[in-house]
């Protein structure tokens, strides 16, 4: 059970591309259900057959029930330096991204740091402002000629 949390915890599944994760969810319950079927909302579900095992009229109904999908990031802009500017998929507070270790889901899986936007606060005042999303970029430490080789406007970023 631990390994299957692993993998699932590992897994990408920012909201609206929670395929892989889904995947992992629908070959698990394929193992272990008598019938598992996804809606066109991308839900599965997974039917076990209740065992009458004592003296009650009707055998226990359980539910299970969890979200696959997490909050993420899309890239909005690559700049000429190879910094990508993104906007939030899901809801979250900006403060707690600073620093924040990434993944970009592109044509291959590149690794990223949320940094201030360069040349960002430049007087006491703006350090003192709260931290907004326009003021944030990915660095991912590659010039930007061999960034745009790998990703691309619109793709997905995990946190």
């Given amino acids: 059970m631990m390994q299957l949390l692993k993998r699932l915890c590992e897994t990408p599944g ?5 395929h892989k994760a889904q995947s992992i969810v629908l070959r698990e319950l394929n193992k272990s259900c008598d ?6 909302l991308g839900n ?27 909050i993420g990031l899309m890239i909005k802009h690559i700049d000429d330096d190879g910094f990508l500017s993104f906007v939030p ?3 979250f507070d900006p403060r707690l991204l600073l620093a924040r270790r990434v993944v970009v889901h592109g044509r291959k899986d ?13 007087t006491p005042e703006d350090k003192k402002k709260p931290v907004e999303i326009k003021d944030l970029v990915i660095d ?9 080789k790998l990703l691309a406007i619109g793709d997905v970023i995990s946190i």
């Fill in 110 to 122: 590149v690794k990223g740091v949320i940094a201030p936007q360069p040349g960002g606060a430049k």
């Fill in 140 to 148: 991912l430490g590659m010039p930007g000629e061999d960034v745009s």
């Fill in 14 to 18: 920012v909201s609206g591309f929670e």
């Fill in 89 to 91: 998929i899901g809801g």
């Fill in 35 to 40: 019938e598992v079927q996804t809606d066109r």
């Fill in 44 to 70: 599965v579900i997974g039917y076990k057959k209740a065992v009458k095992r004592s003296s009650r009229k009707k055998p226990l109904k359980v539910m299970f029930a969890a979200h696959v999908d997490e």
